[in-house]
C-alpha cells in the first residue's frame, strides 16, 4: 500500500521538476562512468557516459534543432551539443576516453543552467494561484426580497448583493443601504479602516467590519480591481527585460560565429593550402572544444550561487542569480509605507492632558471605554493604557450604557459620569467651549498625519490622545545609507493621504511622495521611473504591492511582515523584516557584478589565448582541453569568492 501511495508523488516530482532531475540524473550518470573508465570498466564506462550525453542533452538538444529549425538561427545549446559530440567523437576515434568526459561536463554545465531557468519560470502559476485566493466564490444575491448563493461569476451589473460583518466584498459594487467601516489593507495596503456609507464604491477582496451592506453590482466582476491586480502580475512577470533579450541575442550570434568558424576551418584549409585532411579536422575540433562558452559560463553562475548562499545566510533570499546582479545596477528605490517603513500597527504616540489632568488618567478613561470596541483605534488606546509605566491603582468601576457611534466615536457612563470617546465634532458637540482647550495641539499634531482621539468626562475636556502607525527605527539611517550607495532616488508609494505620507518622507529623508495609490498607480510610477532610471527596486509587504513588485526591475519583499501574494512575486526576501539588509543586498549585489565582470575578461582572454595557440599550431587537444577546464576551474573559483561576508 505504501509502495502504491509513492508512485503518484515521484509521478509529480518528475512532472514538476523534469530538468532539475535531469541535471541530477546526468551528473551521476557522468560520476560513475569516470570512476568504471578510471577501473578499467571500459565496456560500462562508455555506456553510462552516453546515458549521461543523451539524459544531460535531450533538452538542449532539442531547443537548439528547434531554433535551427523554425528561426533559422544557432543558439549556444546547439554549439554545446556540437562541441560534446566533437569531443566525444575525437575521443573514440583516438581512444582517448577522457575526452569523452570533457563533453559530458559540458553537457552536464548546461543541464544545470536548464534546471535553474525551469524553477525560475514556475514562479508565475503561483503568484496568480496566490492572488486568486483572495476573491470569494460565491455571492449572496437578492431576488424578490431573498437571498441566494451565486458564483461571483455569474454576477451581472444591477444585481443586488448582501454583505453581512465579517465577509470579504464579492466583486467592485457601489453601496446602496447600510454603514461599516472595510478592512481595505488587501487594496490600499492601509492599516486603518476605512468608513464606507450609502453611494461609496467598495472593492473586491477588502473585508466588511461591523455593519451589514446591501451592494449593487455596478461592473463586471472580471473587471474588478483585484482581477485587474491579477492581470498586472501576468503582464509584468511575462514581459522579458531588455538585458535578457540582449543575452539571447548575444548567445545565438557567438553560437553561430563559432560553428561557421569551426566548418571553414575544417574545409577551407585542405581544399585552398592542401592541408592534411586528418590534421585540419583535428585543429578544427580542438577550436569547437576551447571555444565552447564553459567558461563564460563558469564566469557567471557560481558567482550568482555563492553571493546567493551568502545571502541566505544573512536572511536575504534571492530568488534568481538574475536578481542579485540586477541588484548591483539599482539607482531607484520605490518604498511601500504601511509595513516597509512604517511598523504597520497604530501605536499610541503623544498623550496631551487639560489642566489639572494627568496623562495616565486621559488613558484610562480612554482605554476604559474603549475596550468595548473592536476599533484599531481603541485597541491602540487600550494596549498603551494597560503598559505597566502607566497603570494607576483605582478602584473597580462602574462602566454601562455603552454605545458605539459609527464613524464618531464612543460613549458611555463611568461611575455615573457620560464620558465620550472619539472625533472632535462628536466629543465638543455640547462641549461649545471644548476645542479652544487644545484646538492647537490637536492641529498640529493632525498636520503631522496623526489621529486624534478627544476624551471628555461630563462638561470637562480631559486631553486628547494621538495614534499614528509608527516609522521604523532604522528608516532615517538606512535612506541615508542607501544614498551614500549612490541610489540617485528614493521615493515612496502608499495609499494613505498625502498629509501623513509627506511628513514621514520629511522625517527619514524621501527624496519624492506619491500617495492616495492604488495597486496600478503604483505600477503606472515605477514605470515612470523606470523610464528615467532604467533599474528600480521596488519594497515592499502587501498583496496590493504585488503588482509594482512585479513590475519593477527587482521586487524585494518584507518576509516577516510580507503578505504571501508579495513574497511570492518578488524577487528578494528580506526574511529577518529588517531594512538594514536591503543595503547588505545591493553591497552583494554590486560584489557580484563586479566578479563577474572579472571573471568574463579572464574567461575570453583565455580563450582567445588558447585560439592562437590552436592556430599557430602549438596545442594539442589533451592541452586544449586542460586549458578550457583549467580556465572553468579558476573562474569557479573566483566566484566562490562571494561566499565571504
Not at 539524459?55 to 538561427?73: D, F, H, N, P, V
Request: contains cysteine; proline residues 3%; hydrophobic residues 45%.
Amino acid at each position: 500500500m505504501a509502495h502504491s501511495l509513492a508512485i503518484p508523488r515521484w509521478t509529480q516530482v518528475v512532472k514538476e521538476h523534469p530538468d532539475a532531475l535531469a541535471a541530477i540524473a546526468c551528473g551521476i550518470l557522468l560520476f560513475c562512468g569516470w570512476l568504471s573508465l578510471y577501473w578499467g570498466w571500459l565496456g560500462l564506462g562508455l555506456l553510462l557516459l552516453f546515458a549521461a550525453y543523451v539524459i544531460g542533452g535531450y533538452e538542449s538538444a532539442r531547443e537548439g534543432l528547434t531554433t535551427l529549425w523554425k528561426e533559422r538561427e544557432l543558439d549556444v545549446d546547439l554549439l554545446m551539443i556540437v562541441a560534446a559530440l566533437g569531443a566525444a567523437g575525437l575521443g573514440l576515434w583516438r581512444r582517448e576516453y577522457y575526452l569523452i568526459v570533457d563533453g559530458a561536463v559540458l553537457i552536464l554545465i548546461f543541464a544545470i543552467s536548464g534546471a535553474l531557468e525551469g524553477y525560475a519560470m514556475q514562479r508565475t502559476e503561483r503568484d496568480i494561484r496566490s492572488l486568486m485566493s483572495l476573491s470569494a466564490d460565491t455571492a449572496r444575491v437578492l431576488l424578490h426580497g431573498q437571498e441566494q448563493m451565486i458564483p461571483v461569476a455569474k454576477l451581472q451589473v444591477g444585481d443586488r448583493i448582501l454583505v453581512k460583518p465579517g465577509e470579504l466584498i464579492p466583486t467592485d459594487s457601489i453601496i446602496v443601504e447600510g454603514y461599516t467601516t472595510l478592512n481595505e489593507a488587501a487594496i490600499t495596503g492601509e492599516s486603518l479602516p476605512v468608513e464606507k456609507t450609502i453611494g461609496d464604491e467598495v472593492f473586491a477582496g477588502t473585508l466588511n467590519g461591523y455593519g451589514a451592506l446591501q451592494l449593487r453590482v455596478h461592473q463586471p466582476p472580471e473587471s474588478s480591481l483585484i482581477q485587474r491586480v491579477i492581470q498586472l502580475v501576468k503582464q509584468a512577470q511575462t514581459e522579458a527585460p531588455p538585458s535578457q533579450l540582449f543575452i539571447e541575442r548575444f548567445e545565438r550570434g557567438y553560437a553561430r560565429v563559432i560553428v561557421v568558424c569551426g566548418i571553414l576551418l575544417a574545409i577551407l584549409p585542405p581544399l585552398i593550402w592542401g592541408w592534411n585532411w586528418e590534421i585540419t579536422i583535428y585543429r578544427a575540433l580542438i577550436f569547437l572544444v576551447v571555444a565552447s562558452p564553459c567558461a563564460l559560463m563558469a564566469a557567471i553562475m557560481p558567482t550568482l550561487l555563492s553571493g546567493i548562499a551568502n545571502g541566505a545566510r544573512q536572511g536575504i533570499l534571492f530568488k534568481s542569480g538574475a536578481q542579485l546582479e540586477m541588484m548591483g545596477k539599482v539607482r531607484a528605490i520605490a518604498f511601500d509605507k504601511t509595513g516597509t517603513l512604517t511598523t504597520g500597527k497604530l501605536q499610541v504616540v503623544a498623550v496631551i492632558p487639560a489642566d489639572g489632568v494627568t496623562q495616565e488618567e486621559v488613558l484610562q478613561v480612554a482605554a476604559a471605554l474603549e475596550a468595548y470596541s473592536e476599533h484599531p483605534i481603541g485597541e491602540a488606546i487600550v494596549q498603551a493604557g494597560n503598559e505597566p509605566h502607566r497603570r494607576r491603582e483605582r478602584r473597580e468601576e462602574k462602566i454601562e450604557n455603552v454605545l458605539s457611534h459609527p464613524g464618531l466615536g464612543i460613549s458611555g457612563e463611568i461611575d455615573n459620569q457620560e464620558v465620550r470617546v472619539g472625533k472632535a465634532t462628536f466629543v465638543c458637540e455640547e462641549r461649545p467651549l471644548c476645542q479652544r482647550v487644545l484646538g492647537k495641539s490637536s492641529q498640529r499634531l493632525e498636520a503631522e498625519g496623526k489621529t486624534v482621539v478627544w476624551v471628555a468626562r461630563e462638561n470637562q475636556v480631559l486631553g486628547i490622545v494621538a495614534v499614528a502607525d509608527t516609522v521604523r527605527s532604522q528608516a532615517f539611517q538606512i535612506v541615508s545609507y542607501l544614498k551614500h550607495l549612490g541610489v540617485e532616488q528614493i521615493v515612496m508609494l502608499t495609499g494613505d493621504n498625502e498629509r501623513t505620507a509627506r511628513h514621514i518622507a520629511q522625517d527619514i529623508g524621501i527624496d519624492r511622495v506619491y500617495a492616495g495609490l492604488l495597486p496600478e498607480d503604483k505600477v503606472n510610477v515605477i514605470r515612470d521611473l523606470q523610464k528615467q532610471y532604467q533599474t528600480v527596486a521596488m519594497v515592499g509587504d502587501g498583496i496590493n504591492d504585488a503588482p509594482a513588485l512585479a513590475q519593477a526591475s527587482v521586487g524585494i519583499a518584507m518576509g516577516a511582515a510580507g503578505s504571501d501574494v508579495a513574497l511570492e512575486t518578488a524577487d528578494i526576501v528580506l526574511m529577518a523584516d529588517r531594512l538594514d539588509k536591503l543595503v547588505a543586498a545591493i553591497r552583494l549585489g554590486r560584489r557580484s557584478q563586479s566578479i563577474i565582470k572579472q571573471n568574463i575578461v579572464f574567461a575570453l582572454g583565455f580563450i582567445v589565448l588558447l585560439l592562437i595557440a590552436n592556430f599557430v599550431g602549438n596545442i594539442t587537444l589533451p592541452l586544449g582541453v586542460i586549458g578550457h577546464e583549467g580556465s572553468t576551474v579558476i573562474v569557479t573559483l573566483s566566484g566562490l569568492r562571494l561566499l565571504r561576508n
